[in-house]
């Protein structure tokens, strides 16, 4: 059964930290990883990756992919209390099935 | 605001009833999404459509029923729904040739 495992469920820190988030997958005929980010409204798209080992960023958030591994992580530097949501992470195979992960809840504290 | 829209924002109904829910996007996208979240659940992708054809299906009750008339309008027709598909039911779009989804802000739909 195709399954995304995200870790930590939620995680508490202060601004100013540095903060990894982990996604783990096992989905048949994989074609892409995704993160978004989830506040009090509906998810927004934060990175789609498909190629292993490339970083991609954006400002002091940052993804990369390890297809070996089967796993991704998310990295947010000098966190924020906007940056306060829950992290989702979703796997899409090439048939089109998107399948999410219980999502990470962040919590920056000033 | 994404540009993906939907209506109503909140929906209580019973049983019995029958409903739909509306999403509309002018963005120029090919492809719809409807999806489901539940309380301490992961998001759930429903049905997809691709230049309004369905191509996923992802084992929903056929009490749940979708309608794409055309690339920018998405219908989630609700007929003898259950409590626990008290949700909230969001659609997404993205453009031709990419990845990205748009997400519209979602109904909160409670069955009674």
């Known amino acids: 059964e195709d399954k995304v495992v995200q870790s930590p469920l939620s995680l508490v820190v202060h601004e100013g930290d540095t903060v990894t988030l982990n996604c783990s997958y096992e989905?048949?005929?994989?074609?892409?990883l995704l993160w978004y980010k989830q506040e009090k409204k509906a998810p927004t798209f934060l990175f789609m990756l498909?190629?292993?080992?490339i970083e991609k960023k954006s400002g002091r958030l940052s993804s990369i992919l390890d297809k070996k591994e089967l796993s991704s992580i998310l990295n947010i530097t000098a966190t924020q209390t906007g940056d306060s949501a829950i992290y989702l992470c979703?796997?899409?195979?090439?048939?089109?099935?998107?399948?999410f992960g219980q999502g990470t809840t962040l919590q920056v504290k000033p | 605001e994404t540009g993906v829209t939907q209506t109503p924002r909140h929906l209580v109904m019973g049983m019995t009833n029958k409903k739909s829910l509306k999403c509309e996007q002018h963005?120029?996208?090919?492809?719809m999404y409807w999806y489901k979240q539940s309380a301490k659940k992961p998001l759930e992708l429903m049905f997809v459509?691709?230049?309004?054809?369905?191509?996923e299906n992802n084992s929903v009750p056929s009490r749940f029923s979708p309608e794409c008339p055309n690339s920018s309008h998405l219908f989630l027709h609700l007929h003898t729904l259950q409590p626990e598909d008290s949700a909230l039911y969001l659609c997404?779009?993205?453009?031709?040739?990419?990845?990205?989804?748009?997400f519209g802000p979602g109904t909160r739909l409670t069955v009674l």
């Open positions: 997404a779009s993205s453009p031709p040739g990419a990845d990205e989804q748009f």
């Open positions: 989905v048949t005929n994989f074609r892409s």
């Open positions: 498909t190629s292993s080992g």
């Open positions: 979703a796997v899409e195979s090439n048939t089109g099935k998107l399948i």
């Open positions: 963005l120029g996208h090919n492809a």
């Open positions: 459509y691709n230049f309004k054809e369905q191509t």
